[in-house]
């Protein structure tokens, strides 16, 4: 079998609110995730109005990042990361938002951070926003919904741009925009968009005009991007969950077919540059009055982007003649999943499926034909330590291993263009969904738990040596 591409960038992947902590340290202002309580598997996290002093924050100091960065990119390079996925907290850099001017030390982090990334040959590979709105434009704008955002971005990005253009190559603009498409979920709206569903408003009407605000806002970003600097790379991040038909009778098939365009409407969008058919019908059949401005699609048209990201994590299956129950898509969920016999879950109840992934792979490229990145993938799990301070982790490296294998395969035989792969969570970090400790991902283990208790002293798994092997031999040796 012929061999991955020499440049493939074997990586790992984190996000800001996840794991850099120090989130009111050095004029940082709070963001939308500075407000979320922990929750846990089924328990949902809660949006507090305001920072309250007797509630937890498992993000306010995460992993402390922030302060230790030196010792954890020295791992990484040890590991053999080709490049480290991040993003830039955008209230480090905007404290409100709505400034003026930008916050210098936090920009100073950020060179210091790329600096110390490159110094070891790691290329940073940076996401604008990863769920880090500035909580006063969530508060006093309204988020997304608002028009006036679109610019606030959109600076926030030139700023970015401009700072780390002889830095930073790789780029995306918005971490899985479309996960929001489950309206009912207030978390995605609120962390993707800053917006909350007032009573009597349609979250779905509501959802596609802070989604249109941010495809405006990634295609702008996008144009004075490729403007600051050309050899910019600038991609879309989307989340995806592949819908099987439960069997092949006509109407599931149907059925998948359709719910696909939960995925695909925001990629569609950002590769494209113009609206599909299909949303524009809904539009009609729905009432929705989404306000679009005179130049809007010239924008979109105009800002579209050079490759595609996306985290697989899962599959789900549909079945049409189930009665629709919501359920939610952080465990890959529609209404009309059902269970796949086929295919086992974690124990947060995600569905492991590593021929998904190499589908998954295919369909894009066969749709977009342009160049494909996983930024995210990977096992959340309790671990546990031996006495001689060792973890033994063979269930992420059997489900790491098993999903290079499928990706292997659809580089070199299927023949699809792809960029990298960038495994979730390279480190242990506070959970998106759960806001817990205990659902790990990393190949470092770092010692806190769910209360925020720990030395937050770092230990290598033994996925550790497994993936610098994997690297070191660009997946010959899995
Ligand atoms: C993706 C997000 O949804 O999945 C990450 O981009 C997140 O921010 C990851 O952490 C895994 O989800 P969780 O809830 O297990 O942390």
Same mark, same amino acid.
């Given at each position: 079998?012929?061999?991955?591409?020499?440049?493939?960038?074997?990586?790992?992947?984190?996000?800001?609110?996840?794991?850099?902590?120090?989130?009111?340290?050095?004029?940082?202002?709070?963001?939308?995730?500075?407000?979320?309580?922990?929750?846990?598997?089924?328990?949902?996290?809660?949006?507090?109005?305001?920072?309250?002093?007797?509630?937890?924050?498992?993000?306010?100091?995460?992993?402390?990042?922030?302060?230790?960065?030196?010792?954890?990119?020295?791992?990484?390079?040890?590991?053999?990361?080709?490049?480290?996925?991040?993003?830039?907290?955008?209230?480090?850099?905007?404290?409100?938002?709505?400034?003026?001017?930008?916050?210098?030390?936090?920009?100073?982090?950020?060179?210091?951070?790329?600096?110390?990334?490159?110094?070891?040959?790691?290329?940073?590979?940076?996401?604008?926003?990863?769920?880090?709105?500035?909580?006063?434009?969530?508060?006093?704008?309204?988020?997304?919904?608002?028009?006036?955002?679109?610019?606030?971005?959109?600076?926030?990005?030139?700023?970015?741009?401009?700072? =780390?253009?002889? /830095?930073?190559?790789?780029?995306?603009? @918005? %971490?899985?925009?479309?996960?929001?498409? $489950?309206? +009912?979920?207030?978390?995605?709206?609120?962390?993707?968009?800053?917006?909350?569903?007032?009573?009597?408003?349609?979250?779905?009407?509501?959802?596609?005009?802070?989604?249109?605000?941010?495809?405006?806002?990634?295609?702008?970003?996008?144009?004075?991007?490729?403007?600051?600097?050309?050899?910019?790379?600038?991609?879309?991040?989307?989340?995806?969950?592949?819908?099987?038909?439960?069997?092949?009778?006509?109407?599931?098939?149907?059925?998948?077919?359709?719910?696909?365009?939960?995925?695909?409407?925001?990629?569609?969008?950002?590769?494209?540059?113009?609206?599909?058919? =299909?949303?524009? /019908?809904?539009?009609?059949?729905?009432? @929705? %009055?989404?306000?679009?401005?005179?130049? $809007?699609? +010239?924008?979109?048209?105009?800002?579209?982007?050079?490759?595609?990201?996306?985290?697989?994590?899962?599959?789900?299956?549909?079945?049409?003649?189930?009665?629709?129950?919501?359920?939610?898509?952080?465990?890959?969920?529609?209404?009309?999943?059902?269970?796949?016999?086929?295919?086992?879950?974690?124990?947060?109840?995600?569905?492991?499926?590593?021929?998904?992934?190499?589908?998954?792979?295919?369909?894009?490229?066969?749709?977009?034909?342009?160049?494909?990145?996983?930024?995210?993938?990977?096992?959340?799990?309790?671990?546990?330590?031996?006495?001689?301070?060792?973890?033994?982790?063979?269930?992420?490296?059997?489900?790491?291993?098993?999903?290079?294998?499928?990706?292997?395969?659809?580089?070199?035989?299927?023949?699809?263009?792809?960029?990298?792969?960038?495994?979730?969570?390279?480190?242990?970090?506070?959970?998106?969904?759960?806001?817990?400790?205990?659902?790990?991902?990393?190949?470092?283990?770092?010692?806190?738990?769910?209360?925020?208790?720990?030395?937050?002293?770092?230990?290598?798994?033994?996925?550790?040596?497994?993936?610098?092997?994997?690297?070191?031999?660009?997946?010959?040796?899995?």
């Amino acid at each position: 079998m012929k061999q991955l591409p020499k440049d493939f960038l074997w990586g790992g992947a984190l996000a800001a609110h996840q794991f850099e902590g120090g989130w009111n340290q050095d004029g940082k202002g709070p963001s939308v995730v500075d407000v979320l309580t922990a929750g846990a598997h089924g328990v949902p996290r809660r949006v507090t109005e305001t920072v309250e002093a007797d509630s937890f924050y498992p993000n306010h100091e995460a992993i402390d990042f922030y302060n230790r960065y030196k010792e954890d990119v020295a791992l990484f390079a040890e590991m053999g990361l080709k490049c480290l996925r991040t993003s830039i907290g955008w209230s480090r850099i905007f404290p409100k938002g709505d400034e003026a001017e930008p916050n210098e030390a936090g920009l100073k982090f950020y060179d210091d951070l790329f600096d110390e990334l490159l110094s070891h040959g790691i290329e940073p590979v940076i996401t604008l926003s990863h769920f880090e709105m500035p909580l006063h434009l969530a508060r006093e704008y309204g988020g997304f919904r608002n028009r006036k955002v679109v610019d606030f971005f959109v600076k926030f990005a030139e700023v970015c741009f401009d700072r =780390y253009k002889d /830095k930073v190559k790789y780029w995306m603009t @918005f %971490n899985e925009i479309n996960n929001k498409m $489950d309206a +009912e979920n207030p978390l995605f709206l609120w962390t993707n968009s800053g917006v909350v569903v007032e009573e009597g408003e349609n979250a779905r009407e509501v959802m596609y005009q802070a989604g249109h605000h941010e495809l405006i806002s990634s295609a702008l970003a996008v144009i004075k991007g490729k403007e600051i600097n050309p050899e910019f790379q600038i991609g879309a991040m989307v989340s995806h969950v592949p819908v099987y038909p439960f069997s092949s009778n006509p109407d599931d098939i149907m059925l998948a077919e359709e719910l696909m365009r939960e995925r695909y409407f925001f990629p569609d969008v950002h590769v494209r540059g113009v609206y599909p058919n =299909y949303v524009l /019908k809904e539009f009609e059949r729905e009432g @929705f %009055n989404i306000e679009f401005l005179a130049g $809007d699609e +010239e924008i979109l048209r105009n800002g579209t982007v050079d490759y595609l990201g996306f985290s697989y994590y899962m599959s789900t299956t549909v079945k049409a003649d189930k009665e629709a129950t919501h359920s939610l898509v952080v465990n890959g969920g529609l209404a009309n999943s059902v269970d796949n016999p086929f295919i086992k879950a974690s124990d947060w109840g995600w569905s492991i499926d590593p021929v998904g992934l190499r589908y998954t792979l295919n369909r894009f490229y066969d749709r977009y034909q342009i160049p494909l990145f996983i930024v995210e993938n990977g096992f959340g799990a309790v671990d546990h330590i031996e006495e001689d301070g060792s973890i033994h982790d063979p269930q992420r490296i059997q489900y790491l291993n098993d999903h290079i294998e499928e990706l292997m395969k659809a580089v070199t035989y299927d023949g699809v263009d792809l960029m990298g792969y960038t495994p979730w969570g390279i480190i242990d970090i506070v959970s998106f969904t759960t806001g817990e400790m205990k659902k790990r991902y990393g190949m470092i283990h770092v010692d806190r738990d769910n209360e925020g208790n720990g030395s937050m002293k770092r230990s290598k798994k033994d996925s550790f040596e497994w993936y610098k092997k994997v690297i070191a031999t660009n997946g010959e040796e899995l």
